[in-house]
């Protein structure tokens, strides 16, 4: 590919990146300035209704009340997530593209790793542990939109706690694993794309281990967009992050 046409692709990928954070914001500003239900007197009778009433009603009943609140809802919670994911993913890439200088294209072939193994272990650690605020944002948003909840639950509190300890707790164990084990002698910085084609049992079985793990981190963010949105980043930067540790520990082989 010629200098022109790696700027021209790479620039024209950027303006397609802010153009879609743009267009996330303007949904986010349209959500914010609309109600959840065009009635929100009536939405907040009859969910109230639902709530109190739950238990006496019989299967056609609920579904009937069901319908009739959902007729009162608005675009304002679907305008919000499609806002939110835009934002996300948009802004993630245009980070990506000026961290690696993807505004020529020609640059993405030689994309490094983190400098030294505490960077790398550094941003995994900021990825990983933003998912505590991170889930804590995800129940709050699906408990302002669920109009159909019953009573609170008040074990919500108690299950961010749990996750939480799991997150700091998974943390510790893989900071320490990998700065004194696994990523003991991994040479950085080295090329993303690097390969060692020896045919070796450990060579093989880097790529195999790290190739799934990408690949799961892959599905881990496709997951995100529709289910945890505010865990897209992450999941992009655990692609990353487990892509440049194959690079470092091959470059170590090689």
């Given at each position: 590919m010629s200098p022109h046409w790696g700027r021209a692709v790479g620039i024209s990928l950027l303006f397609l990146c802010l153009l879609s954070f743009g267009v996330g914001v303007v949904r986010l500003n349209a959500a914010h300035r609309m109600l959840p239900h065009v009635d929100e007197p009536r939405a907040l009778e009859l969910t109230l209704r639902y709530q109190f009433e739950y238990s006496r009603l019989s299967p056609q009943e609920r579904e009937r009340r069901v319908s009739e609140i959902a007729g009162l809802r608005t675009a304002k919670w679907p305008l919000y997530n499609s806002g939110v994911r835009i934002c996300l993913i948009a802004g993630t890439l245009v980070i990506a593209i000026l961290c690696f200088r993807l505004w020529d294209i020609r640059n993405f072939r030689f994309i490094t790793t983190p400098r030294t193994r505490?960077?790398?272990?550094?941003?995994?650690?900021?990825?990983?542990?933003?998912?505590?605020?991170?889930?804590?944002?995800?129940?709050?948003?699906?408990?302002?939109?669920?109009?159909?909840?019953?009573?609170?639950?008040?074990?919500?509190?108690?299950?961010?706690?749990?996750?939480?300890?799991?997150?700091?707790?998974?943390?510790?164990?893989?900071?320490?694993?990998?700065?004194?084990?696994?990523?003991?002698?991994?040479?950085?910085?080295?090329?993303?794309?690097?390969?060692d084609c020896r045919w070796t049992n450990r060579n093989v079985g880097l790529t195999v281990f790290y190739g799934l793990a990408a690949v799961a981190s892959a599905a881990f963010t496709t997951l995100a967009i529709v289910a945890f949105k505010w865990g897209i980043p992450s999941g992009l930067v655990g692609i990353y992050v487990l892509l440049s540790s194959r690079a470092g520990l091959l470059d170590r082989a090689a």
């Open positions: 505490w960077r790398l272990i550094r941003l995994t650690s900021v990825a990983w542990l933003a998912l505590i605020p991170l889930v804590g944002l995800d129940i709050s948003d699906g408990a302002a939109q669920d109009d159909l909840r019953l009573l609170e639950d008040a074990g919500l509190g108690e299950g961010l706690s749990m996750i939480s300890l799991a997150i700091v707790v998974t943390w510790v164990i893989s900071v320490v694993i990998c700065r004194f084990a696994v990523l003991r002698r991994a040479r950085f910085p080295a090329m993303l794309w690097s390969a």
